[in-house]
């Protein structure tokens, strides 16, 4: 029997690191040049200290609801009665403490682009074995991301670190995310060792998913910039996330902008690895 509690799972009497990832996706990979699929992970401890200061910032800023950004980055339209219309700095600057609860409180972020466009492009044999849709991929590269951070950070302290995965419910996505983390545990023994479980809630009553949901559009944006040349006025939210880290801790965010070369190398693995597959098989 397992349960959570306080950052850590009782696991037959023995006591494991736990950790809640929250994520979020941030542009439909049909209809835009980027996708980005971007979350933290915390122990709940962590994520109690966080959600106590995104209150205390929404309330300090009067907001009427969950921070959403998609509202928040329309810098020319006031958000609240006291936040006026601005410029695209001060906009970032007022937004700077959601910031500081993320980056003050969770133990790291990782945040996944896709570059909808290059993907597009790709020979069909490519598509097919990314299964012809990058969400695939971006979610994949996501879990490969946070087992990959919390073994960084963890491993010397419990080598059986486990992890909960919650995505933000959405209609058209959830139903995919949760066959994919399925088939990804079936695929990756390594994967089923780490990912313990998958869930879905509503942004309205999960600060975690909001400030999800924050990474997501700045990353989505940086990465149409750096893919495309679009323009993004609000760069300083993308400096406040991937700022350096000082002394030995890593940086807080792990940015992996995935453009079409190296979705080409995701596809030439893909096949290698199904062809070593088969070969064992036979």
Known sequence: MSCPDFGFIIENSNLMLFLQAYFDESGKVHDHDVASFCGFAATS????????????????????????????????????????????????????????????NVSFGVAIAIDCRAFRNLPESDRHLLKDDPHYWAFQQALLYIKRCAEDRFQNIDPDIQLGLCCDEEERTSVDCL????????????????????????????????????????????????????????????????????????????????????????????????????????
């Open 179 to 282: 066959k994919l983390f399925i088939n990804i545990r079936r695929t990756y023994p390594e994967m089923r060792k780490r990912f313990v479980s998958i869930g879905f809630a509503d942004d309205k009553y999960f600060p975690q998913i909001q400030a999800a949901d924050l990474l997501s559009s700045v990353a989505r944006q940086q990465a149409g910039q750096q893919f495309h040349g679009a323009p993004f006025d609000m760069r300083k939210m993308y400096q406040m996330f991937s700022a350096p880290s000082t002394g030995s801790t890593p940086a807080p965010v792990v940015f992996n902008f995935m453009d079409g070369a190296l979705l080409a190398g995701i596809a030439k693995a893909e096949r290698e690895r199904r062809g070593r597959s088969h070969t064992r098989k036979g």
């Open 45 to 104: 401890h962590e994520w109690s200290d966080f959600t106590r200061e995104w209150l205390n910032s929404i309330m300090h800023k009067e907001l009427h609801g969950p921070l959403k950004a998609a509202d928040a980055f329309r810098y020319r339209r006031s958000l609240s009665q006291k936040i006026p219309k601005q410029t695209a700095d001060e906009r970032a600057d007022t937004l700077s403490p959601f910031v500081g609860a993320i980056l003050n």
